[in-house]
DNA sequence: TCCGAGTCAAGAGCAGTGCTCGCGATACCG
DNA sequence: CGGTATCGCGAGCACTGCTCTTGACTCGGA
């Protein structure tokens, strides 16, 4: 970990602020060409120096790229929890249609970085443990939002086949246990049908099948409310 | 169009030889490193030949790509169709499940590939229209079988927003006017819900959350079908 | 105040990439 | 048989990620 305080030396505030800046160049790339397009080299020349100088910073491509994906997860939940929170707290279905709505907008405005969370992972890039928190942050809306609609009585038990009650066996780690598997199990799917639809919207999926995607979306986020009864 | 009757020269023959190698090859890369790991000089290099001469076959890597993109679309396409059609026509409920089971098995089998259809688009890469007829031969089997649902009388008529009602207008191309919008919105988010939950999958997204996914896959597949009124 | 230790940008260089072009050799066809 | 179109080759361009050395700078302790 690097210091949580101020830096003391301008070496360190020096360092801090350059850090930032290659981020933000790297950032900038990325929203223009893609993951894939994204150079060290053409970030360094941005920045006025040469490319060797970055390796001061990050130690490889992946390591930069690690650190976007990380601030995206962030950014990404920092919408959606946004979105969310300027709703009435009893209205969970409005909650629902706002994160969902958050999520979506957020993915539209960022469609590399929407890319790098819920697209092919690059090459020979495995997620470092670094982002598994940031990436539970949006998750988390939703787990919160399944625990209170049980708390407040949103009573669906229909019962679970045996082996579907095992494949929960992870997932329950991090989820109320009086949460009842049935509605786990509308969560999750909840959860599938928002990023499949903004994934396959993005990836310009619906461009010859949906038009006026503004209303599809929401009619769809409308209907899985219901399926996760909050009709 | 080339020729579709047999070559008749020599050349023509080892021209069409050369072209399937290379595909071969490419493909045989594209499992390994996946697509941004494709490289044109690695393939010229498994095939004996040096770099220049696979510009004979393909005007750039992106069309070399493009040929996969369709070969996977077909490979993933025929995977559904023989599943399915192994199931009793009457069946209804037991072909979506086929289809489902056909698909998630392709992906797991060619995850690269299925980045390619799904996953983020490369580049500076637009998907030529030679590519959408296979694409859509697989939502033809959906397709075939709302119009079915339909004409057995599986009548489901909730009625529809009008804004929803006109994000259908492009669809509505290729699906039998009889079709109610409350079935085709029914099949449309199955689709989804099968398209996500097979990429997060391949993508890895589950790895924490769901053990034991083929029964967790099945489950939300059982679900899905009684969304489609096949319950 | 001075001086060693740590940090930094720079530059050259390696191995790899997609792609272009001119050159001969060769197979095809009128 | 001769002209033409096709083919593989090799050199070369501009680019990539990454490594290593070199010289200059800053900082903190004596």
Redesign the interface.
């Known amino acids: 970990m690097t210091d949580t305080t101020a830096p003391r030396t301008a070496r360190a505030r020096a360092r801090a602020e350059l850090t930032q800046e290659i981020v933000d160049t790297a950032r900038a790339h990325l929203a223009v060409?893609?993951?894939?397009?994204l150079s060290l080299r053409a970030v360094a020349r941005d920045l006025g120096m040469v490319s060797s100088a970055i390796y001061r910073y990050f130690p490889s491509r992946d390591d930069l790229l690690t650190r976007l994906i990380i601030d995206a997860y962030n950014a990404l939940g920092e919408a959606a929890e946004g979105a969310e929170a300027q709703v009435r707290r009893g209205d969970l279905r409005g909650r629902w249609l706002a994160t969902a709505d958050g999520v979506r907008r957020w993915g539209l405005k960022h469609p590399?970085e929407w890319?790098l969370l819920?697209?092919?992972?690059?090459?020979?890039y495995a997620?470092p443990q670094d982002t598994?928190d940031p990436a539970s942050r949006v998750t988390g809306l939703l787990i919160a939002l399944l625990a209170e609609m049980h708390a407040h009585g949103a009573a669906s038990n229909t019962p679970?086949?045996k082996?579907?009650h095992?494949?929960?066996?992870?997932?329950r780690a991090v989820i109320p246990e009086s949460v009842p598997d049935d509605l786990i199990?509308r969560g999750?799917?909840a959860w599938?049908?928002l990023?499949?639809?903004v994934?396959?919207e993005v990836?310009?999926?619906f461009d010859?099948?949906?038009?006026?995607?503004d209303?599809?979306f929401?009619?769809?986020m409308r209907?899985?409310a219901v399926?996760l009864r909050l009709g």
Chains 1, 2 share one sequence.
């Not at 060409?33 to 397009?37: H, L, M, R």
């Not at 095992?166 to 997932?171: G, I």
Request: glycine share 16%.
């Open positions: 060409d893609g993951a894939a397009g590399h890319g819920y697209g092919t992972p690059v090459p020979g997620a598994i679970v086949p082996a579907a095992v494949s929960l066996t992870k997932v199990f999750l799917m599938t049908q990023i499949g639809t994934t396959l990836n310009g999926q010859n099948v949906i038009s006026g995607m209303a599809y929401d009619h769809v209907r899985t399926s």
